[in-house]
């Protein structure tokens, strides 16, 4: 299993819709639940002296399933129109970590997809 890790700084202003968005648009943790080889997500958030933080990790069965999601280069990030109107300096690449433990929930596939 693979872990997908993405952050972003956004304003204290625009980070509650920005939350949303993260958490209920179709381009963020809703869509990624929904692409075969997804095994979760996790969107996490933290308060800065420069704005709001966002995490986003998310669980992959492959680099295959990823590449579904992500495009060829799984390495870098995607982004979108409400993306570039909130983050404060859009990092281009996310980080890719090999799981070698976790919840035992997350570790088997899931039985509804």
């Known amino acids: 299993m693979i872990a997908r890790v993405w952050q972003g700084i956004v304003s ?3 980070a509650e819709a920005y939350e949303r ?6 381009l963020g943790v809703r869509g990624y639940r929904a692409i075969h080889g997804n095994r979760g997500a ?3 958030r933290r308060v800065e002296a420069g704005g709001v933080r966002f995490l986003l990790i ?3 069965d492959s680099e295959e399933a990823i590449r579904e999601y992500a495009g060829a280069d ?3 990030a995607r982004y979108f129109d409400f993306d ?5 300096d859009p990092d281009p690449h996310v980080s890719h970590y090999e799981v070698l433990d976790g919840n035992d929930a997350l570790m088997s596939p899931r039985e509804s997809r």
């Open 58 to 60: 998310s669980l992959w």
């Open 12 to 14: 204290a202003e625009k």
């Open 84 to 88: 570039r109107d909130c983050l404060l």
């Open 21 to 26: 968005y993260l958490a209920q648009s179709e």
């Open 74 to 76: 799984m390495d870098r």
């Open 42 to 44: 996790s969107l996490l």
